[in-house]
C-alpha cells in the first residue's frame, strides 16, 4: 500500500511538471480551476497508471488538495512580490532626486512596454523580432 500511494505522488509531481509545461504552450488553457485541472490529471493518471475505482476516487482527492494548496501557494506569492516592489520604489523615492525618480519611472514604462510586446509575439507563435529589436552578429 505504501508503494502504491508513493508510485501515485511521483505520478502526481510527472504528472504536474509536464502538465504545466504543456499548459504555458497552449493559449486559454491555463485558466482551468483547480478542480478542473485535478480531474484531468486524475483521468491521465487513471489510463497510464491502470488505477481501479477506489484508487482512482483517491487519486483525485489528493489531487484535488494538492490543486488548491498550489494555487493558494502561487496567491500569496504573487502578493508578497507586490508588497516587495511597492516597498522597493518607496526606498527609491527617497534616495533618488525627483528627476532621476521621473527618469525611472520612464524607462520601467519603457522595459513594462518591450515585454508586453514580446509576450504578445511569443502568444502568436512568431519567432522573429520586430525591425527596431534586430540584431546583427558580425
Do not use: C, F, W
Not at 51 to 58: R, S, T
Not at 72 to 94: C, H, W
Request: charged letters at 35%; proline letters at 2%.
Amino acid at each position: 500500500m505504501k508503494k502504491m500511494i508513493l508510485m501515485a505522488a511521483l505520478a502526481i509531481g510527472m504528472t504536474a511538471s509536464t502538465q504545466a509545461q504543456e499548459m504555458k504552450k497552449r493559449d486559454g488553457r491555463h485558466n482551468i480551476s483547480p478542480e478542473q485541472r485535478a480531474e484531468k490529471q486524475t483521468e491521465k493518471m487513471a489510463k497510464s497508471l491502470e488505477l481501479n475505482a477506489q484508487q482512482k476516487q483517491q487519486v483525485l482527492e489528493l489531487n484535488k488538495e494538492s490543486a488548491k494548496s498550489l494555487k493558494q501557494t502561487n496567491e500569496d506569492r504573487k502578493a508578497k512580490l507586490k508588497i516587495l516592489r511597492a516597498q522597493r520604489e518607496e526606498k527609491l523615492k527617497s534616495i533618488l532626486t525627483p528627476v532621476q525618480m521621473e527618469k525611472y519611472q520612464a524607462q520601467k514604462a519603457e522595459r513594462k512596454k518591450k515585454m508586453m510586446e514580446h509576450r504578445a509575439m511569443k502568444q502568436k507563435g512568431s519567432k522573429t523580432q520586430p525591425a527596431n529589436e534586430m540584431r546583427y552578429d558580425k
